[in-house]
């Protein structure tokens, strides 16, 4: 059963950074795609970026150049650095993985991000 575990979300003032971080385990396969997605109070889940094995990166407008996603392979891990955080990106944020022959992608638990403006 393939588990992600998130951690590193918390409160931070506006303008500050946080590093979130999701490990995925109990698969030995390489994972495709790795992802970051959030859900604002009262809204959709959007995705914020995602990196592919290739190194291949997409961002939100609404974080482009603020946030940056990377991975490392052997950890099955991916990372989100966010900077200069504004009090829109307050959100439960969450990690997605998927690869070709998974019925369903995997998500993580979901951990708490707010700036304080």
């Known amino acids: 059963q393939v588990q992600l575990v998130e951690s590193g979300g918390g409160l931070v003032q506006a303008g500050g950074s946080l590093r979130l971080s999701c490990a995925a385990s109990?698969?030995?396969?390489?994972?495709?795609?790795m992802a970051w997605y959030r859900q604002p109070p009262g809204k959709e889940r959007e995705l914020v970026a995602f990196i592919n094995l290739g190194g291949h990166t997409k961002y939100s407008e609404s974080v482009l150049g603020r946030f940056t996603i990377s991975r490392d392979n052997a950890k099955k891990s991916v990372y989100l650095q966010m900077n200069s955080l504004k009090s829109e990106d307050t959100a439960v944020y969450y990690c997605?993985?998927?690869?070709?022959?998974?019925?369903?992608?995997?998500w993580g638990q979901g951990t708490q991000v707010t700036v304080s403006s």
């Open positions: 109990g698969t030995p396969f390489s994972i495709d795609v």
């Open positions: 997605h993985m998927r690869r070709p022959g998974w019925n369903t992608p995997y």
